[in-house]
């Protein structure tokens, strides 16, 4: 979720004194960097997936499943590898150890987030290793489970915050001033205490915000329903600040659990040099809503169907510090800004020479510091960068260590500290990763949208898919930029239940136009379906082709890598078209046919447990699902690439 700094995180009230301290830090740091890097070039690809499990402790007995708070106990074992690694670079410089996994903490005590040990090459043999990486990661994490304990890879866990939800069981205190959420549904335990980033982070955004966090998302209205649909909240220790926050027909929550506890899927790649990854990060920009809605697996929270099927606004509601100034509520005061949006959220502009050449695509008004866009121009910062960097540092920092802010301002020089803070608690779509300090990565960009899996098959297809995109989009010179206001609007309609099968979404008909000026852009309204797979009958040939057209063109790809991509190919097509199923709507379709569900949007225990139980198998091979893979053959021949450490693999964390 970010960077973990060691030391003592510090309160909401002292860290007031220091946030211009950190802004005016953190904004030099970051113009020393770019000045430093901007002209570094001939970096290869290098990419990585981030993959968060969550464990989960089936009582078979009564048929329940509750998380399983241990995450802290298997991170120190899922560290050992890495650990001995370590120790033998330092010793001797380098290491025969295979490093298969790098894991870290993550938001909730039940999750883990794994990534390979080193990063993956750019030659097309490592797009066969991908899968093969998973399943190890994940091996390496059953191996130290309990009997009854499984890890899975699902976006969302449906009973989070229902009582009993936890094993161990821990109720949540909302009275209490240990409560550093006051959530009437999420114990303090649930959240990871083995570092105390993530309790003091929860803290302070509510204490920013000036009350607790309020995510409302619609109801699902099944044929039992209560209409309207409204929850009585007092016998929970309701202030009645939640009875005020709660929508009617919404389901309400209040906490940052309820989406920072929530995993996904994110993909970093390593561009040749700071213009290349700019101009990734906008044509990513443009597949975000359109990744997620193909990868929606989000259809429950807090025990209730919904009538969404991603996760994106709920995380978005669930660290939103905003004061009432700021969201608009209020006349400013004592705030600067009235911001639109979530410091977790879609991008709000461009980065690239093209949105340069064509600035109508920058058409939302984004909001930043005149004084800090001014320090950087004048620092020789452009300005779509200058106005990217104002922009995140529009945000207080919510995270700030004793240790790590000094009086007297003195800093090493490579040091990025501050502009991290800053930038690593701005939770976008994409996020723009300058270079860390040290010699052996370059810029790096991070696409952030897509929902976990249930499977290794499936995510190693969607990581694949992405970054083959880039590879495509950078040999082809395609031009996917549209007004950044229609990628909004597009991740409304993404999350709307079944969007691939009922929504259109704003896409570009005419991407091997170049960027010329004045040049207008084919923008069509159309389906998930025609944009991966193509119109019949057109010259628009859908994005599975265009990558499969990249890879014919591509001299080392072998048979199996071939074999394993066809595989993938198949996969993302079928759900696109909507002959196979999005994980949300099969999940959604598991609850509503489970015996004991009432009609009624309430998601039963025992159904909670059932479903658990099948996707442990479903992941395993165990049980075929005709509506998720249909005849997709999901026994890749993936393999493994000898991957030895050197000074120069770049695990560091960015
Ligand atoms: P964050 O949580 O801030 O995104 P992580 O360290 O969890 O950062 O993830 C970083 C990702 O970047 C991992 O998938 C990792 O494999 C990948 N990665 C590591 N080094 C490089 C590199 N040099 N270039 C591109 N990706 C890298
Ligand atoms: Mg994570
Ligand atoms: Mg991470
Ligand atoms: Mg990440």
Same mark, same amino acid.
């Given at each position: ?38 002209? !570094? ?54 290491s &025969? ?5 790098h ?11 794994g #990534?390979?040990?080193?990063p ?6 490592y797009?066969? %290793?991908?899968?093969?990486?998973? +399943? ?10 309990? !009997? ?39 114990p ?13 982070? /929860?803290?302070?955004?509510?204490e +920013? ?27 929970? =220790? ?35 040099n ?6 990734? *990060?906008?044509?990513l920009? #443009? ?5 997620? $809605? ?9 025990? *209730?169907?919904?009538d ?12 939103? &510090? ?20 979530? @410091? ?13 050449? /064509? ?20 620092? =020789? ?16 920092s919510?995270?700030?260590? @004793? ?38 990565? =370059? ?55 079944? $969007? ?38 057109t010259?628009?040939? =859908? ?6 057209e ?8 072998? $048979? ?21 199923? %999005? ?21 039963? !225990? ?10 442990? +198998?479903?992941?395993?091979? !165990? ?7 249909? @005849? ?13 450490? #050197? ?8």
């Amino acid at each position: 979720m970010g960077l973990l700094s060691a030391g003592e995180p510090m309160t909401w009230e002292e860290m007031k004194a220091w946030q211009d301290h950190v802004r005016h830090h953190g904004v030099k740091q970051f113009i020393r960097l770019y000045n430093r890097l901007k002209d !570094e070039k001939g970096r290869v690809l290098k990419w990585g997936d981030e993959v968060e499990y969550i464990i989960v402790k089936l009582d078979h007995k009564e048929k329940k499943a509750r998380l399983s708070l241990r995450a802290d106990e298997l991170l120190k074992q899922l560290a050992e590898p890495e650990n001995a690694m370590m120790a033998e670079v330092a010793e001797k410089g380098s290491s &025969d150890i295979e490093l298969h996994s790098h894991w870290c903490p993550e938001y909730a005590s039940y999750m883990v987030e794994g #990534t390979p040990g080193i990063p993956y090459m750019g030659g097309m043999s490592y797009f066969n %290793t991908v899968e093969h990486n998973m +399943r190890l990661r994940r091996k390496e994490l059953e191996n130290l489970l309990q !009997e009854d304990e499984i890890a899975v890879s699902l976006s969302t866990y449906p009973r989070l915050g229902c009582p009993d939800f936890t094993v161990p069981p821990f109720s949540p205190h909302p009275n209490s001033p240990d409560s550093f959420t006051k959530s009437l549904f999420w114990p303090n335990e649930a959240t990871f205490l083995g570092h105390p980033r993530f309790s003091r982070l /929860s803290a302070n955004i509510r204490e +920013r915000r000036g009350e607790k966090v309020a995510i409302n998302i619609p109801v699902f209205k099944d044929v039992n329903t209560p209409d309207p649909f409204v929850e009585d909240f007092s016998s929970l =220790g309701d202030d009645g600040s939640s009875a005020a926050a709660a929508k009617p027909d919404h389901v309400y929550m209040d906490a940052m659990g309820f989406g920072m506890g929530l995993s996904c899927l994110q993909i970093t790649f390593q561009a040749d040099n700071i213009c290349e990854a700019r101009s990734l *990060y906008d044509q990513l920009a #443009t597949l975000c809503p359109i990744m997620l $809605a193909l990868t929606a697996a989000s259809p429950s929270h807090r025990g *209730y169907l919904v009538d969404r099927d991603c996760r994106w606004d709920i995380i978005a509601a669930s660290v939103d &510090d905003r004061t009432p100034e700021e969201r608009g509520l209020d006349p400013l005061k004592k705030n600067k800004f009235v911001i639109p949006k979530s @410091r977790y959220d879609s991008i709000d502009s461009y980065l690239s020479k093209c949105a340069q050449k /064509s600035p109508e695509f920058n058409d939302i008004k984004v909001i930043y510091d005149e004084a800090i866009y001014k320090e950087l121009v004048d620092g =020789g910062v452009d300005p779509l960068m200058a106005q990217h960097v104002a922009h995140l540092f529009i945000r207080d920092s919510v995270s700030m260590f @004793r240790n790590k802010v000094h009086d007297d301002g003195e800093y090493e020089d490579e040091d990025i500290d501050h502009f991290e803070n800053i930038q690593s608690t701005n939770w976008q779509t994409m996020r723009f990763k300058p270079p860390p300090p040290g010699a052996s990565i =370059g810029w790096r960009v991070e696409f952030r949208p897509c929902e976990l899996q249930i499977t290794d098959f499936e995510n190693a297809a969607v990581a694949c898919f992405v970054v083959l995109l880039t590879r495509a989009i950078l040999s082809y010179k395609w031009n996917l930029l549209m007004p950044i206001s229609l990628v909004d609007e597009n991740m409304k309609r993404a999350q709307k239940r079944d $969007a691939v099968l009922t929504q259109k979404f704003y896409w570009r008909k005419d991407i091997f136009t170049l960027c010329e000026e004045d040049a207008k852009p084919v923008i069509e309204e159309l389906s998930i379906d025609e944009i991966l797979n193509g119109i019949p009958g057109t010259e628009y040939q =859908g994005l599975l082709a265009l990558v499969r057209e990249y890879l014919r063109g591509q001299d080392d790809v072998e $048979a199996d890598t071939s074999c394993t991509l066809s595989n993938y190919w198949q996969l993302l097509s079928g759900r696109a078209s909507g002959k196979l199923e %999005t994980n949300a709507h099969w999940i959604r379709q598991f609850i509503r046919t489970h015996p004991d569900y009432k009609g009624d949007s309430v998601v039963p !225990e025992s159904a909670v447990y059932d479903l658990m139980v099948s996707i442990n +198998r479903i992941q395993a091979g !165990e049980l075929k699902e005709p509506r998720l893979f249909g @005849r997709v053959e999901r026994k890749s021949k993936t393999k493994d690439i000898n991957r030895s450490y #050197t000074a120069d693999s770049g695990t560091k964390i960015g």
